[in-house]
């Protein structure tokens, strides 16, 4: 009976993995059909390597139980604590605008779910993430483990400042926009490196601003977001 | 028989009171356009028991007394229940654009809150059925029972947090319940139930559930999930729960647009919460300039590199950083305006020492009164009058302020900032920059507008914007700027990498340097609005651009119907942010006073008898539905203009709403003596009531703008007074239209009567909403003159359509 039992889980498990394995390549279809979209307007795009990292990560893993029925929908799930786990498009897009390296070291202000670090993790040589919510720090350190992403570090702490120790990086992600870009993280970006920050609020990702650090220091900004599907003027 | 107007009085009090408080508290827990929906949901809570009442008259005749104190009862105890499973509903309003089931949460919601008021409803409703000889002394004590529930509820939350004005508002059924007990026939077991209801309150079990719920996407919410974070202080007023932080672990720093090349850090500071919501800062100050140096770098610091030591006037003051920047600048004087008492007292005396005793300053002033009431009045004149930010980041990206009335950013405000700057000075308007444009854009057209309107002949002149990553710095001045000027505010940008918007002989090559967008967006809609074509540009923009006014206040709108298939298309790609949430919420209310209203109030009367004469009922139907629509839409334009002159919006809903329900319900009262004078000498008394009404709104279309400016400085009381004095003749001709043609019905259809209160009842439930939404679209002169078409249509109707007896 208890083999029987046994046979049963690992057969339902299958069952769920597989199922899990489905819909998330239709969440990455999907993906594919707005990366296509973006190219033919000259914006982002999404390369193979980040729409490949997105497919590995297991999204259903990183959200509550009340939402796994939605976990590869491409929209923002509530994970409790006024946080959302991100919007699988918006993920992937902040991960193709920072241009990752294998050899690349970045710095990721907001663990949240530990969503974005694991994307980030399969493409990169190591993220350093730091979380202001106790519980989503203890829980995403914990998952993330568990998940066997061992190149992601995770502490519980003010992101204003960085991570000096392991400074500078190869690219910084800030997971939510704060009134101004703290000073102490531009110091921290590599001359040459990326800084990606949504603009919005939580469910509502306005932007993308991309902040990039000329190898003489010179800050520039590129703002990128739906704007670019919308002729802003002409019939309606 | 006599307990019957006390109990009235106090039900009445309790139903208006608890009416505010629930926006009060919807303001707190979600956001503030709710108001709305809440005077929509009280009123098919009116209209449904009518519909109950009218159905079982006969059988509720012979209990009069016992329906009536199990009414108030069940009024008292569903007031505090519903109130706390209402807080448990998971409604998420921000989340609406993804997930359809929260639109079942906000039907609970309305369905939840109505419930109370069902109750409520239904002991007025009883009185008058059952108690007909007494009708006009117990209408009086239900409008005095209302006026004195406004003027309590306003009271009480000046010194009670609303969980605890709530425990207040519940006594007054419970009371009137007492009262008319004891001339029921079930007394001991009304005695019972309510001794229950009152032991359960004195053990203390229902408080425990009565804590504030607030949504955990509130900033508020947000900053107590931050490790070490704690709230120092908590003040409630009818003008906002003021909600003070302090995260000693993770600090928080608060620089809206500061420049990326800076070298300063801010300094600690504590966070402000208005509502759990709109964040602003308390900056710790010691004297030292350098530890505020970050205010030299940020966009809103434009105007101090034009002006030298200029006499400066801040709008909106809230935690004194805009009164900070000002003094780091270096200005001679510094007047400081700020709305709430409790914002004023916070930084001027409980957290002065931390603020560095700015409002102790020998150069500032402190006034603590509304910004346009204070700048009417003023008889100086400034270097430099500023509006900094007054709302939080998140707030304004995610559409949560586009139903919110603002007569900061009208073109009438901008015209009086104008008249109170002096030669060479100037207005300056910082907001939070969106991309698509619109809050900009929106500004920069308010601003041309108000500039023609004061007889400039080349605003573009007149006019300088920057912007940062995510705000926009606006300076509007009555001369040109100068070769001198121009020269210097491209030399601020430039060394903090600013792009300039626009600036008076700008090239398209300037725009776009520093944070660059897809393209130029907002230097092209500066360069078209300040052009020959703005109107066609406004017109075909995608948002909604056109410039704010007094009589359409809604400069946070910025939705178009025509873009919504678009941008809903867009939300998986990243386009989410562009729809207002705000909006949607408001249409999704109207729905649902729609299908409730319909289910509730006038399906049920199917059941009733319909023997009335062949082809007149379309028209007597059409008449009270017409008459339900017209009141409610002169009624919530009246409460919408008015935010303008009693300086907040609950202050204008009691105030002026009391004022309809007193003058109306006094006009209805007097409506048989009217009829019987004008009948004496031949007139029809409808359509001399239809006509009065119709003179007296154009009148007030005409002459509120100047009685406004004349009286915006006064006294809160004397406004009050205004206020009252202004609606009597409108509301008293308002009241008669439908009792008069109740009264008509009655001689040769009796039956219809229900129906008569049912389709009334219907109307008012969907046009308190609907009202607000042709306000937003169309302004609220168009809402009035709407009205009057309606009431002319309904007199029509009710002069040719049905016989005056049977």
């Not at chain 2, 419930?115 to 004590?141: E, H």
């Not at chain 2, 009842?761 to 002169?781: H, K, M």
């Amino acid at each position: 009976m208890k083999i029987l039992t046994c046979l049963l889980l690992i057969v339902s498990f299958a069952v769920q993995a597989d199922d899990y394995a489905a819909v998330r390549q239709s969440m990455i279809d999907e993906l594919q059909v707005y990366a296509k979209l973006a190219r033919d307007t000259d914006a982002s795009r999404l390369s193979d390597a980040v729409l490949r990292a997105m497919n590995t990560v297991e999204r259903h893993r990183m959200v509550p139980a009340s939402q796994l029925p939605f976990a590869y929908e491409n929209r923002p799930l509530p994970i409790g604590h006024g946080q959302t786990i991100s919007q699988p498009y918006i993920v992937a897009l902040m991960t193709e605008l920072i241009e990752p390296d294998a050899d690349d070291v970045v710095l990721e202000i907001g663990t949240g779910s530990g969503y974005q670090a694991a994307v980030l993790a399969e493409l990169v040589e190591h993220v350093y993430s730091i979380e202001i919510i106790e519980a989503l720090a203890t829980q995403a350190k914990h998952r993330l483990e568990s998940m066997g992403y061992d190149n992601v570090t995770t502490r519980l702490g003010d992101g204003y400042f960085g991570w000096d120790e392991h400074a500078p990086f190869d690219a910084i992600v800030v997971t939510a926009a704060a009134s101004h870009v703290p000073p102490p993280l531009i110091e921290q970006l590599k001359p040459g490196g990326l800084m990606i920050i949504p603009v919005g609020g939580r469910f509502m990702t306005q932007t993308l601003l991309l902040l990039e650090k000329t190898d003489d220091g010179e800050i520039i900004t590129r703002q990128y977001g739906a704007v670019r599907f919308v002729p802003l003027t002409g019939k309606h | 028989m006599r307990s019957v107007y006390p109990a009235t009085l106090l039900v009445s009090a309790g139903a208006i009171g608890y009416e505010l408080l629930l926006m009060r508290v919807l303001s707190i827990v979600q956001w503030h356009h709710f108001a709305y929906m809440i005077i929509s949901l009280a009123l098919l809570g009116y209209g449904a028991s009518g519909t109950l009442i009218a159905l079982n008259r006969h059988r509720l005749e012979k209990r009069f007394e016992t329906a009536f104190a199990l009414s108030a009862l069940l009024f008292s105890i569903t007031m505090v229940l519903c109130f706390i499973l209402s807080q448990r509903v998971p409604f998420n309003a921000l989340e609406i654009v993804w997930n359809p089931r929260q639109f079942l949460h906000l039907s609970l919601l309305y369905l939840l809150f109505m419930v109370p008021f069902l109750f409520a409803a239904s002991c007025i409703g009883l009185a008058f059925t059952c108690r007909r000889l007494a009708i006009s002394r117990i209408y009086f004590f239900d409008l005095i029972g209302a006026g004195l529930g406004a003027l309590l509820i306003i009271g009480a939350l000046f010194v009670l947090i609303p969980q605890n004005a709530l425990i207040l508002l519940m006594v007054l059924p419970l009371m009137a319940s007492f009262v008319v007990a004891k001339e029921a026939t079930a007394r001991t077991a009304l005695f019972a139930a309510q001794f229950v209801w009152l032991g359960l309150f004195l053990t203390g079990i229902p408080q425990t559930h009565l804590d504030l719920r607030i949504s955990e996407y509130k900033g508020l919410s947000q900053s107590l999930e931050v490790v070490d974070s704690r709230v120092l202080h908590e003040s409630s007023s009818p003008l906002g729960l003021i909600s003070i932080v302090e995260s000693p672990t993770v600090p928080v720093r608060h620089a809206p647009g500061l420049s990326f090349n800076t070298r300063h850090i801010p300094p600690e500071q504590l966070q402000v919460f208005t509502d759990a919501d709109g964040m602003s800062a308390i900056t710790r100050f010691g004297g030292d300039p350098l530890s505020i140096a970050y205010l030299g770098d940020v966009t809103a610091a434009l105007p101090y590199a034009l002006l030298d030591a200029p006499r400066v006037l801040v709008l909106g003051a809230g935690g004194g950083n805009d009164v900070l920047l000002a003094l780091y600048h270096g200005a001679i004087a510094v007047d400081a305006v700020e709305l709430n008492p409790q914002m004023s007292e916070l930084v001027a005396d409980t957290y002065a020492e931390f603020a560095g005793h700015i409002y102790a300053d020998e150069r500032v002033r402190l006034f603590t009164r509304e910004a346009r009431g204070f700048v009417a009045q003023s008889p100086d004149a400034y270097g430099l009058i500023h509006i900094g930010l007054l709302d939080s980041f998140g707030a304004s990206g995610a559409g949560v302020q586009s139903l919110n009335e603002s007569y900061i950013y009208t073109v009438e405000a901008m015209r009086d900032y104008l008249a109170h700057t002096a030669p060479g000075g100037m207005i300056a308007i910082t907001r939070w920059l969106k991309l698509p444009p619109r809050d900009s854009l929106k500004l920069i057209a308010t601003a041309r507008l108000a500039l023609v309107a004061e007889g400039v002949d080349e605003p573009a002149a007149h006019l300088a914007m920057i912007r940062s990553w995510n705000t926009s710095t606006l300076l509007i001045r009555s001369t040109a700027f100068t070769v001198d000027d121009i020269a210097a505010i491209r030399s601020f940008s430039r060394s903090r990498s600013f792009d300039t918007v626009w600036l008076p002989g700008m090239r398209g090559d300037d725009a776009n340097r520093f944070n660059r967008l897809v393209e130029p967006y907002f230097y092209e809609g500066a360069t078209a609005l300040l052009g020959d074509g703005a109107d066609e540009y406004m017109a075909s923009y995608k948002f909604h651009i056109e410039p704010a006014s007094d009589n359409r206040p809604y400069y946070f709108h910025f939705f178009k119907w025509t873009t919504l298939p678009e941008v809903f298309a867009l939300r998986r790609m990243g386009g989410a942010g562009l729809i207002e949430w705000g909006y949607l919420i408001l249409v999704a209310t109207l729905l649902q006073a729609a299908i409730a209203g319909l289910f509730l109030i006038l399906l049920p009367l199917l059941s009733a008898r319909r023997d009335w004469p062949r082809g007149t009922g379309a028209r007597m139907g059409g008449y009270f539905l017409l008459l339900g629509f017209a009141f409610l839409f002169i009624e919530m334009a009246f409460i919408q203009k008015f935010i303008l002159f009693l300086s907040h919006p609950l202050y204008s809903i009691a105030v002026v709403l009391s004022s309809f329900l007193v003058f109306a319900g006094v006009g209805s009262a007097w409506s048989d003596t009217a009829a019987a004078l004008l009948k004496a000498r031949g007139h029809e008394p409808i359509p001399i009531a239809a006509s009065c009404i119709a003179v007296l709104a154009v009148v007030y279309v005409i002459i509120l703008p100047i009685a406004f400016d004349r009286f915006i400085g006064s006294s809160d009381i004397l406004k009050i007074v205004i206020t009252n004095v202004l609606i009597a003749p409108l509301a008293f001709t308002m009241g008669m239209p439908f009792p008069l043609g109740l009264k008509r019905v009655a001689a040769f259809a009796p039956h219809f009567i229900p129906w008569a209160w049912g389709i009334n009842g219907f109307a008012s439930v969907v046009s308190a909403v609907l009202a607000t939404l042709l306000a937003i679209q169309f302004g609220f002169n168009a809402v009035i003159v709407l009205a009057l078409v309606l009431y002319g249509t309904a007199a029509l109707l009710i002069s040719r359509g049905f016989p005056a007896r049977a």
